[in-house]
C-alpha cells in the first residue's frame, strides 16, 4: 500500500488513533487480523482501513530500533528500513548539544532528528520527499517534540542556507540495493563535502560501515559504531564537531570506545582463550590496540582473533575457552570432536574459504552432547581449527 501525507494526517486524528492503538499493542497473525480488517473495511474506506494495518504492523517490526517509541510513531516500510536506530542515533547526537541549531539534511521518518530533538538541540528536518516531512512532522508531534523540529521541503544538493553544524545521512541504497561506494550516495558524499561550510563547516556525515580507511578525507575523524554486536555505520565529523582527527570505534550500549594507532601486537600461537573483536574495532583497524591494551596477541598478523591465557571480560570482543587446536585437518577434527561427545552448534571463520554452515553438517555430532563451537583459521600463515567451547565462562 502506498501511504500519503493525507493519510498519515488521517491516522493521526481522533478517529484514526482510535482504530491504531489496540491494533498497534497486540501483535496478531493474518488469521487474527482478518476479522479486524473486514471491520476496518466496513467502517473506513480501503486506503484508511491498509494504512491502519500496515502502521499497525511496522510499529511491532519497529520495536527493535525504537524499543521506546515505536508503538506511537509512523513509518513507511522503506523509511523504517533506512532509519537510524534509536541508540545509535542517541550516541551521535551528542555532538550536537553545544550547537543552538542543527539541520538534519535527508532527515527520513526522522530517527536523527528526533534523538537530537530529546538532547535538547532545535533541529531543522529538510528532505526532499513530501512523505518524510509528514512522518517527520507526525513523529515530532506523537513523541511531544514539536516545538524543537522544524520541517523544511528542499533539495540538500543546493543549500539555501546557512547553520552552526549539520547532519547528513545519505541514502544507502537503490531499488532495495545496498550501496557500497560513497559517491554513489544520495546525495553523494562529494556533494555533502563541497557545501561544509553553509554550516561553519561543522559536519556530521552517515556513511556505509563498509567506509575505506583511504576515502577518510585528512580533516576529518572517522568513527565506526556497533550496537549490540552489530555494525551499524560509519561516521565522518568535521570541524568542531570531530574529537581527534582519528579512527575510533565505539561500541554500543556501554558506550565504550578505542582509538586506531598504527600499533603492532605480538603474534603467537593460540592460548586457553580465543577472542573475536567486535566488528567496529575490526572496522577501524584497532585489533592491534586492543590486544595492547588488554595484553592479548594476534595468533597471525593477518587475522582479527586475539588470544590470551585468562579470560578478561571486555565490551570490545567476544570470547571462547579453547579446548584444543590443530592444523586444519576434516577427518581429524572428526576425530576429536567424537572423542570430545561434541555436538557442533557454530562454525566460525577468518581467513578460510570454507562455508561454514555446508562444513558444519559434514562434522560428527553427538545427539545430546556438549555444544562447542568450530574456529577455522590461520596461526602463522597455516590453516587451523580450534574447538572451544560454546559456553563462555561466566555466562
Ligand atoms: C537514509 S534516509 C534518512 C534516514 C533518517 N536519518 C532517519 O533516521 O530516519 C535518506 C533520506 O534522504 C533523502 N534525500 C535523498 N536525496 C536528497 C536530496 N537531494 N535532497 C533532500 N533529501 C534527500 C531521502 O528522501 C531520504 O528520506
Not at 91 to 120: E, M, N, W
Not at 192 to 208: D, E, F, H, I, T
Not at 366 to 372: D, E, F, I, T, W
Request: aromatic share 6%; net charge positive.
Amino acid at each position: 500500500m502506498s501511504l500519503t501525507p493525507t493519510l498519515i494526517r488521517w491516522l493521526q486524528s481522533e478517529k484514526g488513533r482510535r482504530w491504531l492503538a489496540p491494533l498497534s499493542a497486540a501483535p496478531q497473525n493474518d488469521a487474527e487480523l482478518l476479522p479486524t480488517l473486514t471491520r476496518l473495511r466496513r467502517e473506513l474506506s480501503p486506503a484508511q482501513a491498509a494504512a491502519v494495518v500496515e502502521t499497525a504492523r511496522l510499529r511491532q517490526r519497529a520495536a527493535r530500533k525504537f524499543p521506546a517509541a515505536a508503538a506511537r510513531m509512523f513509518f513507511t516500510r522503506t523509511s523504517l528500513q533506512q532509519a537510524s536506530a534509536a541508540d545509535v542515533a542517541t550516541h551521535t547526537a551528542k555532538r550536537f548539544i553545544p550547537f543552538r541549531q542543527v539541520l538534519d539534511l535527508g532527515c527520513g521518518l526522522g530517527g536523527d532528528s528526533l534523538a537530537l530533538a530529546c538532547a535538547g538541540v532545535q533541529t531543522i528536518a529538510v528532505d526532499h520527499d513530501p512523505l518524510a516531512l509528514a512522518l517527520v512532522a507526525a513523529n515530532a508531534r506523537t513523541l511531544d517534540y514539536p516545538r524543537r523540529i522544524a520541517v523544511l521541503r528542499a533539495d540538500v544538493r543546493h543549500p539555501a542556507w546557512r547553520a552552526p553544524a549539520a547532519w547528513a545521512d545519505p541514502g544507502r541504497r537503490t531499488d532495495g540495493r545496498r550501496l557500497f561506494d560513497p559517491e554513489q550516495l544520495r546525495p553523494p558524499l562529494s556533494a555533502l563535502l563541497a557545501q561544509r561550510w553553509s554550516y561553519a563547516g561543522n559536519l556530521g556525515v552517515k556513511l556505509m560501515p563498509g567506509l575505506a580507511h583511504d576515502a577518510i578525507p585528512p580533516d576529518a575523524e572517522a568513527e565506526w559504531i556497533s550496537l549490540n554486536g552489530e555494525l551499524k555505520e560509519a561516521v565522518l565529523w568535521f570541524g568542531e564537531l570531530l574529537r581527534e582527527p582519528v579512527r575510533r570505534a565505539t561500541i554500543l550500549p556501554a558506550g565504550v570506545d578505542l582509538i586506531a594507532t598504527d600499533a603492532r601486537a605480538d603474534v603467537r600461537t593460540p592460548g586457553r582463550y580465543l577472542y573475536e573483536p567486535d566488528p567496529a574495532v575490526i572496522r577501524a583497524g584497532a585489533v592491534a590496540d586492543l590486544a595492547l591494551s588488554l595484553g592479548l596477541w594476534q595468533i597471525d598478523p593477518t587475522i582479527a582473533y586475539l588470544a590470551a591465557d585468562d579470560l578478561i571480560p571486555t565490551p570490545f570482543a567476544r570470547s571462547w575457552r579453547v579446548l584444543e587446536h590443530h592444523p586444519f585437518e576434516l577427518k581429524a577434527l572428526n576425530r576429536r570432536l567424537r572423542a570430545l561427545q561434541g555436538r557442533v552448534v557454530a562454525v566460525k571463520k577468518r581467513g578460510s574459504p570454507v562455508d561454514p554452515e555446508a562444513f558444519r553438517r559434514r562434522l560428527y555430532r553427538h545427539p545430546r552432547g556438549r555444544p562447542l563451537i568450530v574456529v577455522l583459521t590461520r596461526v602463522a600463515g597455516k590453516p587451523w581449527m580450534l574447538i572451544c567451547d560454546a559456553v563462555v565462562d561466566g555466562e
